[in-house]
């Protein structure tokens, strides 16, 4: 493993941005909802929450909701334990594998087939390799799955794989601020660099009045005003993504700076095909 002292940390959340669109981009696409659909599965919010949980088991709301972190307990129950009584977790599994390898496929066109797409895999796989467990609970339950043996489901794998393991990492930053779920999603959304308010409410779930308790609670701590983020919550976010960074750094640190800038140049690649072809237009996440 490469020095931390001799590993520029900015590659961090290069190679995380490079690579993450190659996972997320099928919570956006027609096939998410098509190929759970197929397996019993209601479209959306159940076919999201049964397909990252899945690796987990036949996992209860409470898990879900723990492991989410920032979505609303009583939507999470609304769909989970239910979504096990209509397909079990390796028919969600296959699916989601299915639906990944369609999306990727039709947005790629014929770099999904193409050396670059062999090369990544491969790189990916070896920095998840050395990976630990402890403390990643979604990490773990997708580190236990076999890696698919076709390249294209390998680089998806892998980027999943990296997503789970940073996601985990920042839920653990995001307590020790002690934010809860709520106050994250809150937070982030006043950076005006992710959701806005209204898509926050409505993909995770919700109410006016929780909303609003919890934008009291932060203005008490001095963190939100009526103009949105103060200068210690800017502040606290920004800590927030340096640790973050800092507790996803394993994966890059095993890797070397040099080929990790070889796995951003060619996420890149890939993700702005992405991007070209309609990715994250519409989906669970846009509608």
């Known amino acids: 493993m490469v020095s931390a002292d001799h590993f520029d940390p900015a590659l961090v959340g290069r ?75 390796e028919q969600v599994l296959a699916a989601r594998l299915d639906a990944a390898r369609a999306s ?21 796989r070896e920095a998840c390799a050395g990976l630990t467990t ?10 236990d799955l076999p890696w698919p043996e076709e390249p294209l489901l390998a680089v998806w794998h892998g980027a999943t794989l990296l997503r789970e393991h940073r996601g985990d990492g920042h839920v653990a930053v995001l307590l020790h601020a002690g934010l809860t779920g709520l106050e994250a999603l809150i ?35 001095g963190l ?4 949105g983020l103060t200068a210690d919550g800017e502040q606290l976010r920004a800590h927030i993504e340096v640790q973050t960074d800092a507790l996803a750094a394993d994966p890059w640190l095993s890797l070397g700076a040099e080929r990790t800038a070889r796995v951003v140049e060619l996420g890149k690649g890939l993700s702005r095909r992405l991007v070209e072809a309609g990715a994250f237009g519409q989906g669970i996440f846009g509608r």
């Open 187 to 221: 937070t982030h959304s006043a950076t005006g660099r992710g959701f806005t308010e209204p898509a926050a409410k409505a993909t995770r779930g919700w109410k006016d009045e929780e909303w609003a308790a919890a934008c009291s609670a932060l203005a008490g701590r």
């Open 104 to 124: 990727l496929t039709r947005m790629l066109g014929d770099a999904a087939g193409s050396d670059e797409v062999v090369e990544l895999g491969g790189l990916l």
């Open 15 to 89: 190679a995380h941005r490079a690579v993450d669109p190659l996972h997320s981009q099928l919570y956006f696409a027609p096939e998410h909802d098509e190929h759970f659909s197929a397996i019993g599965l209601r479209p959306g919010r159940m076919s999201y929450f049964a397909g990252r949980a899945a690796p987990m088991g036949a996992v209860g709301a409470g898990v879900v909701t723990a492991t989410f972190f920032n979505f609303s307990p009583s939507l999470v129950a609304h769909m989970i334990p239910r979504a096990w009584t209509l397909a079990s977790p």
């Open 134 to 143: 402890e403390g990643r609970p979604l990490f773990a339950g997708h580190a």
């Open 224 to 227: 939100l005003d009526d103009a």
